[in-house]
């Protein structure tokens, strides 16, 4: 039996967090949508520019999925950029390319 959700403050609900496969299966059509371009990108960039939620464990999922996206096919990697890190970290950062299949409709 689980308790019913108490509103805040203002009467409005608060919205439920998403669990990692919910996430997923909320973001992936954006990643989906940049790999059918052909055009280079990082995950920041698709998650910025799609206003994408944070996942539930951040260190790990954003990581998760995107290892997910290359075993299934629809993204690979093509190299490296140390200027698109937006913390103004030195690490490198992953490009990615949609494969040949997600640029022709054939992986989704």
């Not at 299934?72 to 140390?82: A, K, M, N, Y």
Request: glycine residues 6%; charged residues 20%.
């Amino acid at each position: 039996m689980t308790a019913p959700v108490q509103p805040t403050l203002d009467g409005t609900l608060p919205t439920q967090a998403l669990d990692y496969h919910s996430w997923c299966d909320h973001v992936r059509p954006a990643f989906v949508a940049a790999a059918r371009t052909g055009r280079l990108f990082t995950s920041y960039e698709v998650a910025k520019d799609n206003d994408l939620p944070e996942p539930p464990c951040a260190r790990s999922d954003w990581g998760n999925l995107v290892s997910s996206l290359v075993r299934d096919g629809l993204i690979e990697h093509v190299t490296f950029d140390r200027s698109q890190r937006p913390t103004g970290e030195k690490s490198a950062v992953h490009v990615w390319r949609g494969t040949r299949a997600a640029q022709a409709g054939r992986v989704a």
